[in-house]
């Protein structure tokens, strides 16, 4: 078997399995990527978001366009695998929106609301699926930090000369 032949069978099963285990994805649309927390269901990634208390989801990410996710790994929290996905809005209420929700509700922490979260999101809130397209594994040969905002802060400055006088002489009375 080629590497070309066993990247193409390891890169699906990597981006499911690594998409299952990690509790956060970073989701890029048009804007920033953005930090999500999801569940894997029937070969997609599945979130909730854009309502009152839930995630907001990242600017340009809507129905029918393409998205870069990025999943972490558990253990260190380095990047492990990114892939392309397509979005899907799923409607509410429909069959696969029901799937997805009964998966999305049993990750939701602290829901101010269990018992009535499904009616509000499909009232406020909008279900995206996730399918992955193309993976990469190999290490990106550019930082992707975002550089720092402008600041008036600055970094420290020299230590006035009596300081440390006056550091020593409390240490020796203690």
Do not use: F
């Not at 999943?71 to 929106?97: F, Q, Y």
């Not at 193309?134 to 600041?151: E, G, K």
Request: charged share 25%.
């Amino acid at each position: 078997m080629t590497a070309a032949a066993a990247d193409s069978l390891l890169g699906p099963a990597l981006v499911e399995e690594a998409t299952k285990k990690s509790g956060l994805i970073w989701v890029r649309g048009t804007g920033p990527a953005r930090a999500l927390w999801h569940t894997w269901h029937e070969g997609a990634a599945h979130l909730v978001g854009d309502g009152p208390g839930e995630q907001p989801l990242p600017a340009g990410l809507t129905d029918g366009c393409v998205a870069e996710v990025t999943v972490r790994s558990k253990d260190k929290g380095g990047r492990l695998v990114a892939w392309t996905a397509a979005v899907t809005e799923l409607a509410p209420h429909s069959e696969e929106w029901e799937a997805a929700v009964a998966e999305l509700k049993g990750k939701r922490l602290n829901a101010p609301d269990a018992e009535q979260m499904t009616e509000r999101w499909a009232r406020e809130c909008r279900v995206l699926r996730l399918t992955p397209g193309d993976s990469r594994t190999d290490l990106p040969d550019v930082s992707h930090a975002a550089a720092p905002l402008p600041t008036p802060a600055t970094t420290r400055h020299p230590v006035p000369d009596g300081l440390p006088r006056l550091l020593l002489k409390r240490r020796r009375k203690s």
